[in-house]
């Protein structure tokens, strides 16, 4: 990784990031300004992340991408107008990227990202993954975790995304409570103190570490294990169902298409259960019903998604107050819900199968419902 220098903040900075210096203070601000940042893969869910990050105020933001702007990216992908159809996403994005804010640098690569060599990778302090094949994750993923190197990767398929993140085996982190009130027992006769009370108008700082497993151990749980299939009842059906869509990709080099909906729906099928056979499980763990949410982009998931992805790579860019950041995230559609009880979600923290004992490394998920009237998350903690 580069060399970095001393960000500084100027006057005109600190006019425009105002709000942001009040609420995290000014060295955070000048950490994130000290950011750069590498995002591959330029479609809605791309646009979303890059958005976010310009508008935090990060240091510099590379946009990776080779693909054209097709009929269908323009539905999702705001930052590319509908006239540049058939040129590279990433250079018809960076006019109004980089409108977003001036004050980031901005740069447009039209090459693809599996032809890139490791040193291009280095030089950026995270690295975001949209759109990427399973095989081009892992190597950047473990490439990374060799020199300290934050990584995030994500995608939408439909109504249903998912982001993953690996900050390194030890991530310190620092966690905001709230001050418990010591009783006092000066008095030797009298009634014996009460209990310890929490001081609802004082916090305390605490310092906290995680260990974060890279994507190959993530992807690659061994579900014959006892302590795996302990935790199968437990693990949200979208794990697998990223399974699928990831071997979807590597065998078609696309993702599936509604222009060819009844093949790709029968060919998911048969990826469904060759994935499944292939870890030992059933196939009735994924009903049938997926395929009919996981074609094309989804503005409303892509903001969903890409509002939790660029919340995290802000938190891990500000090296501050931030709290434990979340390993693996799905969202999915919740078909029974009433729209009452939509826009609500769970956040779990599963134990990884198979790891070392000993270990705390933990993978969480997220799942949100999504509806055309809007979409949020509501969590909740639990572990294995």
């Known amino acids: 990784m580069i060399e970095k220098e001393d960000p500084v903040i100027s006057e005109e900075e600190a006019a425009q990031y105002d709000r942001q210096i009040r609420l995290w203070g000014l060295d955070a601000q000048k950490r994130l300004r000290g950011s750069r940042v590498l995002l591959a893969g330029l479609g809605g869910l791309g646009a979303e992340l890059a958005k976010n990050l310009i508008l935090a105020g990060v240091k510099g933001l590379t946009l990776l991408d080779h693909e054209q702007v097709s009929e269908e990216s ?38 693809r990202a599996e032809d890139k060599p490791d040193d291009f990778f280095l030089q950026f302090d995270a690295v975001c993954l949209t759109g990427c094949s399973r095989d081009l994750m892992v190597r950047v993923d473990q490439l990374c975790s ?3 190197i934050k990584v995030f990767c994500g995608d939408v398929y439909g109504y249903y995304g998912y982001m993953f993140c690996n900050l390194g085996r030890e991530h310190h982190y620092v966690e905001e409570k709230l001050k418990v009130v010591k009783p006092s027992s000066d008095s030797s006769d009298g009634p014996e103190p009460k209990k310890a009370k929490v001081d609802p108008n004082e916090t305390t700082m605490v310092k906290k570490t995680s260990s974060f497993c890279n994507l190959k151990e993530a992807l690659e749980v061994d579900w014959t294990s006892e302590k795996a299939k302990a935790s199968l009842k437990r693990t949200p059906v979208d ?6 869509l990831l071997k979807f990709r590597t065998d078609k080099g696309r993702d599936p298409d509604p222009k060819s909906y009844a093949d790709d729906s029968q060919l ?14 059933s196939r009735d763990l994924l009903n049938d019903d997926f395929i009919s949410y996981c074609f094309s982009e989804m503005s409303p998931v892509c903001a969903v998604v890409g509002g939790v992805l660029g919340q995290e790579v802000v938190k891990v860019s500000l090296q501050t107050r931030a709290r ?7 969202v999915h559609p919740n078909w029974a819900a009433t729209v009452g009880e939509a826009l609500a979600g769970i956040l779990r923290r599963p134990q990884r199968a198979g790891l070392d004992p000993g270990e705390e490394q933990l993978l969480s998920f997220c799942v949100a419902d999504t509806w055309r009237n809007g979409s949020s998350c509501f969590r909740m903690p639990w572990r294995i």
Request: hydrophobic letters at 40%; charged letters at 20%; glycine letters at 2%.
């Open 74 to 111: 323009c539905r999702a992908q705001f930052l590319v107008p509908v006239s540049a159809q058939g040129q590279n996403r990433a250079q018809a994005s960076l006019e109004r990227a980089q409108n977003l804010n001036p004050m980031v640098e901005v740069h447009a690569d039209p090459d």
């Open 146 to 148: 060799q020199h300290s």
């Open 239 to 244: 794990y697998f169902l990223l399974h699928v």
């Open 268 to 281: 998911l099928k048969q990826i469904r259960d060759d994935v499944l056979e292939a870890m030992g499980l």
């Open 324 to 330: 434990k950041t979340h390993r693996c995230s799905f």
